[in-house]
């Protein structure tokens, strides 16, 4: 049977964080139909729905084999009458036509667009949608537009930052952190999280977090990061939020995309020669010798690391199933700060990531077994 996990249990728990799922999908083909149905959902404010067809993606790219008929969806978690209909549909047309007919569809494209720039979501690109506008430069030429300067920057380095960052680029990038922090705190740690921690070969942005061993020193150093990759005329963008983490307030009730603790969101100039093998993954014709890279660096106080370290290393539905898992099957509350136990009313301690797994009473996932 298709639907049988790699582990020894017998059925597809529809819980992600109780499933392996690496970067192998033998299911792309009905994943990628899900993931333009749970776009579109989410263009159109459908959050519900949206989340009902990332879970039916997740749920199959979980499975060691290729569906081979409608019948092997059987059984399986997640997936309803709806996403069984699409499932069929290709399995009879080899496509579905749902999904063509949002592809096609100038609304859908047009938010595509807009929300490829850094700094646009579908709240905004919405209200340019509906103000007639339906290209890049109607934008930048439009003069009631307004754009914040996430979005100015977003619009300046659009070409660079829509193209996928490869692995190389992301080490190039960690070597880069790694020199700064270690000229200045050289007890700081600097580890890799996000998609390539998961093993992704690309990525859309490089994620590391920053910790330091004397606790309080953290938000600090990543403002001395800031200034010093300044100084080196690297940066291209910088957003900085200071900490707003409060231990008292702990932890949040519902799920937030963002945490408490100090990070940044910055845009910086990544030469070829910082690259391992001196390649850029830059047009052919591109005689800049640099390309511009997305970088988020967060910066938990040590005791938090763990926390963090869960939290940033994805993926998002990875995510969202942990702390749904918890609440719902252990009575706790998960987040990227902390692991409270409702019925002891206590907060659960973690130095590592096998600890949080294991207060839950859940199996360890390796990272790049969290592609969920
Ligand atoms: N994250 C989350 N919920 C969000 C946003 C982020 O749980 N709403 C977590 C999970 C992500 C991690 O933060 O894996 C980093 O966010 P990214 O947007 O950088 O996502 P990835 O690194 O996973 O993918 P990409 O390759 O697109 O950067
Ligand atoms: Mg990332």
Redesign the pocket.
Known sequence: RVGLPSTSESTVSQYACQRRTTLDNPNKIFTDAFEVLAENSDFCDSKGQALAYKRAASVLKSLPAALRCLGDTEGLPCLGEQTRAVVEDIFECGRSSKVETILSDEKFQTMKLFTSVFGVGPKTAEKWYLRGLRTLEEIVSEPHVHLNRMQQAGFLYYADITRPVSKAEAHAVGRIVKETVQEMSPNASVVL????R?G?E????V?YILTTPEMGTEEGLLLRVIDRLNYQGILLYTEYQGSTFDANRLPCRRFE?MDHFPKCFLIIQLHAAAIQDGTLSCDPGDRRGWRAVRL?LVAPPADRFAFALL??????QF??DLRRFARLERGMLLDNHALYDKSKDAFLPAKTEEDIFGHLGLEYIEPWQRNA
Not at 193 to 196: K, S
Not at 202 to 205: A, M, R, S
Request: aromatic share 14%.
């Open positions: 999280t996000g998609g390539f998961r992704k690309f990525g859309h942005d994620d995309a988020d939290g940033w290393s994805g993926s998002t995510e969202r």
